[in-house]
């Protein structure tokens, strides 16, 4: 069975008779096109795919099993076209088309036509990832390791939080990358209270706590890896800051299983932090998802009704961050197999120092 054959069958599931598909990363994982600019139309017996002239010829190889249309650069008319005679209720991922574009969309269409919010039907599908998918995502993981040990080695004191940024990504196209999976973090000193710190021109000081948080970009998937390193003695408060954060990170990590509740793997690391006396500085979720975007399902937070499964590909993350003192993040990246996990990430995580 195709992608597009399960998205077919979700569809039917929702009393729909096709689901538009716009947003470019569900594009790309049912119908396989990695251009900017397409839309596909899919239902029972139904496959269409629009593009402009500039992908025409890249559409015939990257979407096969798709009739395959030719639009202008809008290609709402196009799409209007290829939509059958008699009522028809069609869906849409609500969470990416804009009002603007709802009201474009609604406007194009005849009045037979009912749009129906349908968002996260492909997300859905895409939270387990099929196993050709993992390969990208290890070599990622891999790839990113690697690029971290080049550029701690060359040493952090006295760089700026800028530069070191630039040289993991820099590193990460010469080592075979499409680039970085998101803008690396480098955050140190009271910087890394902040858990998505931008780096700055500010030269990174000995005698505390550097937070690097990137990942890597291979044939579309993502990976995300965030250690945490010493650049000299520590302040009692950071040094016991980084031991509970490690328990925390390694007993979350252990109870990673298929069938186990999202919310109950977040409250092994929450509770863990809040019983050193540090839950008031421990406010994000404990990971999310990672595949085609660096974000999507599964999360693992407090509030959500998520179960981990099989083919699930998360991140363990928890932090502590101490505002004006400084902040530690440990994050893996790690598969959800039948029989429990497989860690991606194989940075050491014990506290190393970097001069």
Known sequence: MTRADRVAALVAEQELDALLIAHPVNVRYVTGFTGSNGLALVGEGRRVFVTDFRYVEQAADQVPGFDRLRGERDLID??????????????????????????RLRAALPDRVELVPAAGLIERLRAVKEAHELEPIRAAAALADAVLGTVVERGLVGRSERAVAIDLEHELRLAGAEG????????????????????????????????????????????????????GPLRAELASAYAVVLDAQQT????????????????????????????????????????????EAPTLGQRSDDTLAAGNVVTI???????????????????????????????????????
């Open 78 to 103: 196009a799409l209007v076209a290829a939509i059958p005679e008699g009522q028809q209720r069609i869906g849409f991922d609500a969470a990416h088309v804009s009002v603007q574009e709802h009201g």
């Open 180 to 231: 970085p999976s998101f803008s690396s973090i480098v955050a140190s000193a009271e910087h890394g209270a902040l858990p998505h710190a931008e780096p700055r021109d500010v030269a990174i000081p000995a005698g505390t706590l550097v937070t690097i948080d990137m990942g890597a970009r291979v044939d579309g998937y993502c990976s995300d890896c965030t250690r945490t390193f010493a650049t």
């Open 252 to 295: 979350a990590l252990a109870a990673v299983a298929a069938g186990r509740s999202a919310r109950e793997t977040d409250a092994i690391a929450r509770d863990i932090i809040a019983a050193a006396g540090h839950g008031e500085h421990y406010g994000h979720g404990l990971g999310h998802g990672v595949g085609l975007d660096i974000h």
């Open 317 to 355: 993350e928890p932090g502590i961050y101490l505002p004006g003192v400084g902040g530690v993040r440990i994050e893996d990246l790690v598969v959800v197999t039948a029989d429990g996990h497989q860690v991606l990430s194989g940075f050491a995580k014990s506290l190393l120092t970097v001069g």
